[in-house]
C-alpha cells in the first residue's frame, strides 16, 4: 500500500520555530531522520513564526519564498519539521505543486523501513493507517455518486466513504492479529514472573548505545549501526548473573522528540516490556551536547507508556569519549543514580553488572552447608548460583562451605534439592531499594 522509491528523493527540509528557540541538535536530528529515511538533501529553510497558520502552517510570504527556493534547487520533496494537520499537508501541497511530508509522517517512513519481524510489521502498518486516515481528501470527485442531476442519482457511497471503510476494516483486522499476539507475549510475561525471573529493560533515545550496551551484557548479536532507529524490534536474551542466577534483559526501540501518538499506541504490546519491568536503565549519550534535553524527551514517553514510577538508573554511555572512567555516582542517601561507562570498549560494564545485582538481589543470606559424598550434585549447584566464598573438607569425605546465595535462589533449592541441612545466619542487605 505504501510505495517507496529505491533511490533517495531530492527534498528541502523546513525548520520550524515557534515560540523559543529550539535546543542546539534538534536541526542536525531532523537532517538524520531524513538520511535515515532515503532522502537527498539539496537545501534547508528556517522559518521562525510567532503564531501557526492554520491553513499554511506559515504566511503567504514565506510560502512563496519557500517555493522559489523549491524550484531552484528542483526539489521534490518538502519535509516538514513539525506536526501538520490533514489540512495543512493538503493545502500545502497544492500551494507548492510538491510533496508535503511532516515530522510524524517521515519517523513512520522510517520504521517502515526498518521493521524486521512479523509484529513490527503489523504494528508500523497500524500506525501508518491511523495517520493516514485522518488525511483522506476528497480527491475522487469523478466517481462521485451522490451529486445528484442525471446519471448521477442513485444510492451508493463515495469513494472517500469506500476508503474509509476499507480503512476501517484493515484497522481492525490488524489490532485483532496484534492483540493475539499481545496475549501471547503476556503469557510468557506471566510464565517469567511465576518462574520469579526479573525483567530489567534498556530504554533512551536513539543512537544512544543501547544495542551495544545489550550485545556486551548478553553476547548477543544485535544489528549496531550508527543511525537513527537501527533498532526497530525489540530483542529479549538472558543474562546469568554471578549472584542470584538469570534475569531477562530487554532492549527496546529508542525514543525521539515528538514521537508520534500512532507508534506509541501501535507500540502499545511492545512497550509493555518496559511497563512490566522491575529496572530500567536509562542509556544516555554523555557525549551528546543537548544529553539533558533528550533525556527529558525520554522521560515525557515513559510518562506516556505510565513507566515513570519504574525504578531507574541513568547509565551514561560513551564516557571513553570525555575520557571518564568507569565509576557509580551515588546521591547523598548512598544510592546508585549514575554509572558512566562505554560500552564500545567494555570499560564501567561490570561496575553496572554490580549495581544490577545489588538491585535485584537485596536479601542474600549468608551461612554454613555441609555436604555428604553423596551431595556433589548440589555442591556444584551451589557454585553455580551461589556464591561459595570458602570451602573446607571434612574427615569423612564430604565439605563445609560457606555461601552467599540470594532468597530467590535458596527458596528453589529448599523446594527443589530438599536443602534442609542448609545453616543460614541473618540476611544481610546487599543494597538498598532505589527509589
Known amino acids: 500500500m505504501f510505495d517507496r522509491p529505491q533511490r533517495g528523493e531530492r527534498a528541502i527540509l523546513l525548520h520550524v520555530c515557534v515560540g523559543p528557540p529550539p535546543y542546539r541538535g534538534e536541526e542536525g536530528e531532523f537532517g538524520s531522520l531524513a538520511n535515515a529515511a532515503g ?55 497544492r500551494a507548492l505543486s510538491r510533496r ?16 524486521r519481524t512479523f509484529e513490527g510489521k503489523l504494528q508500523v502498518e497500524l500506525a ?39 480503512l476501517g476494516q484493515r484497522i481492525r483486522q490488524l489490532q485483532a492479529r496484534l492483540a493475539r499476539l499481545s496475549r501471547r507475549r503476556d ?34 548479536d544485535v544489528r549496531v549501526a550508527d543511525q537513527l532507529f537501527a533498532t526497530l524490534d525489540p530483542t529479549i536474551r538472558r543474562l546469568d548473573l ?33 511497563k512490566q519491568a522491575c529496572l530500567l536503565l536509562h542509556v544516555i549519550d554523555c557525549s551528546d551536547p543537548d544529553h539533558v534535553e533528550r533525556t527529558e524527551d525520554v522521560n515525557e514517553v515513559l510518562r506516556q507508556i505510565e513507566a515513570h514510577r519504574l525504578p531507574v538508573v ?38 553496572l553488572i554490580d549495581v544490577i545485582t545489588d538491585f535485584l538481589h537485596l536479601d542474600v543470606v549468608c551461612g554454613m552447608v555441609k555436604l555428604t559424598v553423596a551431595q556433589a550434585r548440589l555442591r556444584a549447584l551451589l557454585y553455580e548460583c551461589a556464591t561459595v566464598t570458602s570451602e573446607r573438607g571434612l574427615t569423612d569425605g564430604g565439605w563445609e562451605l560457606d555461601v552467599e546465595i540470594d532468597q530467590r535462589g535458596y527458596r528453589d533449592l529448599q523446594r527443589n534439592e530438599d536443602l534442609e541441612i542448609f545453616s543460614a545466619g541473618d540476611a544481610k542487605s546487599a543494597a538498598r531499594v532505589l527509589e
Open 187 to 220: 503469557l510468557a510475561r506471566r510464565q517469567r514472573v511465576k518462574q520469579e525471573v526479573p525483567t530489567i529493560s534498556l530504554v533512551g533515545y536513539t543512537n544512544t548505545g543501547k544495542s551495544t550496551l545489550f550485545n556486551r551484557l548478553t553476547g548477543a
Open 39 to 93: 532522502a537527498q538533501i539539496v537545501g534547508e529553510m528556517r522559518v521562525r513564526l510567532r503564531s501557526i497558520n492554520p491553513r499554511f502552517l506559515m504566511g503567504t510570504g514565506k510560502l512563496e519564498e519557500l517555493k522559489a527556493y523549491a524550484n531552484s534547487v528542483q526539489a521534490e520533496l518538502i519535509l516538514i519539521d513539525h506536526r501538520l494537520s490533514p489540512a495543512q499537508e493538503r493545502n500545502l501541497e
Open 128 to 166: 501508518q493507517l491511523e495517520h493516514l486516515s485522518t488525511r483522506l481528501v476528497r480527491g475522487w470527485t469523478h466517481l462521485e455518486r451522490q451529486k445528484g442531476g442525471i446519471g448521477l442519482r442513485g444510492p451508493g457511497e463515495t469513494q472517500l466513504e469506500t476508503d474509509r471503510r476499507l
Open 242 to 274: 554471578e549472584l542470584g542466577g538469570p534475569v531477562i534483559l530487554v532492549d527496546t526501540v529508542g525514543f525521539v522528540r515528538d514521537l508520534p501518538h500512532e507508534l506509541v499506541a501501535a507500540f502499545q504490546s511492545t512497550l509493555e516490556e518496559t
Open 100 to 115: 508535503v511530508v511532516d515530522r510524524t509522517g517521515l519517523i513512520l517512513d522510517i520504521f517502515a523501513v526498518r521493521a
Open 314 to 351: 541513568q547509565v551514561y554511555n560513551k564516557a571513553d569519549i570525555l575520557g571518564i572512567p568507569g565509576r557509580i555516582d551515588r546521591s547523598e542517601t548512598g544510592l546508585p543514580r549514575r554509572v558512566w561507562l562505554s560500552a564500545a570498549t567494555g570499560e564501567g560494564v561490570d561496575v
